[in-house]
């Protein structure tokens, strides 16, 4: 084999489709294998480059290869069944007498075939993310139901939570007179039905006031307002939660087939809050605060709010209290105790 | 910890190769080569990428419910799903996967050929 066969024989061979066009009219002079197979119809001269590719304009050509530069575009054929993508670019033929062009195409699909893939891709991964996100929202929501935002923080970054002791929170506890003999006697479904009705009720008014509800236990609701965050006006915020709690069952009861009768009992001192538990988790409060608490809930009357010392002295100038006396309290000695009647602000509170 | 194939045939990259080089081999096919004119040849690449993907154990997934509503116009039948299945493997063996491994991929197909064949030869 001389050079020139071996020449022959590579050009060929290449993948590359080659073609030299003449610079007027843009004919076909010389061509290989590869551009032969690609472009059967420009060789054939039964179409012209200003058929097939897109954006032709001879003109343009023209002049760009006058200053000595190229000029590309890309096209899609279809020899066969599969369709080819090409990027055609026209370059001046070097040493070329008469000003002949080159025409170079090399096949693109690969590369198109990737970036189709890529962008495909980027997609599914942006939907998966924004399912993710989704998802983990929930998961979030339904840890804050167990535990406050301040303390889902502390867990979301250490992995753990710390017992926090606070000085001075107030503590609501209520729950309703003779709900036992209610259950037992009543259609039980239904019962329970209403009760999530009120506790969800109570949830809004709650949170309506910038108190924490802790937990539920049967027909028992436990609020607390001072942590996780502190706040002067604690003893307020639980007092106006009581107050309403009270107000929204008479209500209730006017249109109720059940008689809602509730108790409750507020506390106001020093509690400590944590996350209980290591498999499932529970946020509850601690302390001989919270326990008075219950125990004044339990000498309290039906649809009648009592305070504690601590309370009064905190809420007394803007609530009306009447003395309920002093009670011994298991536990805590002689408790003088407030019934809250309701507060100075007319047309609002009052029961 | 068990590798997937996905994994240890090299994910996306290989898998889109060995998908590019099936489909070379289908279009050329007389038996179903015809089902590939005027068909978007890149999008056809990408889903079957992520498809044979999926059944290697990598990401993303079809649902059999998928599969059906995207075949269902086609009138596949079974002459040309078992060309299919014959192309794929060949393909498979020309890319040096692993007879077992052939094995398992041409068994998560075929287990899926109800879905797809929907024209039915007396």
Redesign the interface.
């Known amino acids: 084999m001389d050079m020139e066969q071996f020449r022959s024989m590579l050009l060929d061979s290449v993948g590359v489709g080659l073609a030299v066009v003449d610079h007027d009219g843009f004919g076909v002079l010389l061509h290989n294998a590869m551009f032969g197979e690609w472009f059967p119809d420009i060789v054939a001269g039964d179409s012209t480059f200003a058929d097939v590719l897109p954006k032709f304009d001879a003109e343009l050509v023209t002049q760009k290869i006058a200053e000595g530069e190229t000029w590309k575009c890309e096209v899609e054929v279809k020899p ?4 080819i993508s090409l990027a055609v670019e026209f370059v001046p033929a070097a040493g070329a007498g008469h000003g002949e062009i080159m025409v170079q195409c090399q096949n693109i699909s ?1 590369i ?3 970036e ?2 890529i962008e ?2 980027s997609k ?1 991964i942006e939907r998966q993310n924004r399912d993710l996100k989704k998802e983990k929202e929930r998961v979030e929501k339904l840890l804050l139901n167990i535990m406050p935002q301040q303390v889902y923080e502390e867990w979301k970054e250490f992995g753990v939570t710390t017992p926090q002791r606070f000085d001075s929170a107030s503590v609501l506890m209520l729950d309703f007179v003779g709900f036992t003999q209610m259950a037992v006697s009543q259609e039980p479904t239904k019962l329970i039905s209403e009760l999530n009705d009120i506790f969800t009720s109570f949830d809004r008014i709650v949170e309506q006031f910038g108190c924490e509800r802790l937990k539920t236990i049967g027909d028992a609701y436990v609020a607390v307002s001072g942590l996780p965050e502190q706040n002067p006006d604690h003893a307020r915020n639980i007092a106006r939660v009581a107050l309403r709690f009270v107000r929204y069952l008479h209500r209730r009861n006017e249109n109720s087939e059940f008689e809602w009768k509730c108790r409750v009992g507020i506390n106001t001192g020093a509690v400590i809050g944590s996350v209980v538990g290591v498999q499932k988790y529970v946020y509850d409060i601690f302390g001989p605060g919270v326990n008075l608490a219950a125990r004044i809930e339990a000498v309290c009357e039906p649809m009648e709010i009592l305070v504690g010392q601590g309370t009064y002295d905190e809420i007394q100038n803007e609530f009306r209290l009447s003395d309920f006396g002093e009670h011994e309290i298991r536990g805590f000695g002689p408790q003088q105790l407030y019934r809250l009647d309701g507060d100075f602000t007319p047309a609002n509170d009052s029961i | 910890m068990s590798r997937s194939l996905f994994d240890k045939y090299g994910g996306f990259a290989s898998v889109s190769k060995v998908v590019s080089a099936f489909y070379d081999k289908a279009v050329d096919s007389d038996i179903i080569g015809p089902y590939f004119d005027d068909i978007d040849m890149r999008a056809q690449v990408d889903h079957q990428t992520k498809f044979i993907s999926s059944l290697m154990g990598g990401p993303a997934s079809y649902s059999d419910e998928a599969l059906q509503k995207v075949h269902s116009g086609l009138h596949i039948d079974r002459t040309s799903f078992e060309e299919m299945v014959k192309l794929l493997h060949e393909t498979l063996e020309e890319f040096a996967f692993e007879r077992a491994d052939i094995e398992q991929i041409m068994h998560e197909i075929n287990s899926r050929a109800d879905i797809v064949i929907t024209r039915h030869d007396s």
């Open positions: 066969k069944r599969r369709a690969k198109k075939e990737l189709y893939m495909s891709y599914m």
